[in-house]
């Protein structure tokens, strides 16, 4: 770390004036207006909050994976990785930054897809998640359970060669007893 801010890293590589940064968002602002941009920044950096929320880490772990996040956006075009594998990729890089601990992988892939799954089914029905929530009024373990069954069906899915397996399943699949003809 430098002893002058002025000669420091954050200094030369990271304070960016705005037309810097209107060159660099000059692929993403073709397709987007700079007011949809934000937006979708907004819900980004409210979904590093609610996983890290999920993941019970510190707000200041939280706070620097959305400096991650944004300063990789900063450099690069929406187009360059999917935002949605960007946003846990901070999250796990903030925690072992701030020396957080370790976050396994499978914790986070799951809170990523629970998480990753109700937020987007909140932005297509345009409702709160918190409030959504408190109008269903259901078991919150249950839909994680129901979550955790779909993930593991993902994950046979993934595995599972039909062409290869089917025979021998069927060849060992319990039959139907036939009646004797009179």
Request: proline residues 3%; glycine residues 2%; charged residues 25%.
């Amino acid at each position: 770390m430098a002893g002058n801010f002025w000669e420091s890293s954050h200094h030369q590589q990271w304070l960016l004036d705005r037309q810097d940064l209107i060159r660099e968002r000059q692929q993403d602002l073709i397709v987007l207006t700079e007011e949809e941009y934000q937006k979708i920044f907004i819900f980004f950096s409210n979904l590093i909050q609610i996983l890290g929320e999920q993941l019970k880490l510190r707000q200041q772990v939280i706070a620097t994976a959305t400096v991650f996040f944004k300063r990789f956006y900063a450099r690069n075009s929406l187009k360059c990785i999917d935002p949605l594998l960007l946003a846990p990729t901070c999250v796990f890089l903030a925690s072992k930054v701030e020396e957080f601990g370790v976050i396994s992988n499978s914790r986070l892939i799951t809170t990523c897809q629970n998480v990753g799954c109700l937020q987007i089914a909140c932005v297509i029905l345009q409702k709160d998640l918190k409030s959504w929530f408190a109008e269903l009024n259901v078991d919150i373990e249950k839909i994680q359970e129901i979550a955790r069954y779909v993930i593991n069906l993902f994950e046979l899915w993934k595995s599972y060669d039909e062409k290869k397996d089917i025979q021998g399943l069927l060849a060992k699949m319990p039959k139907p007893k036939t009646q004797p003809s009179r």
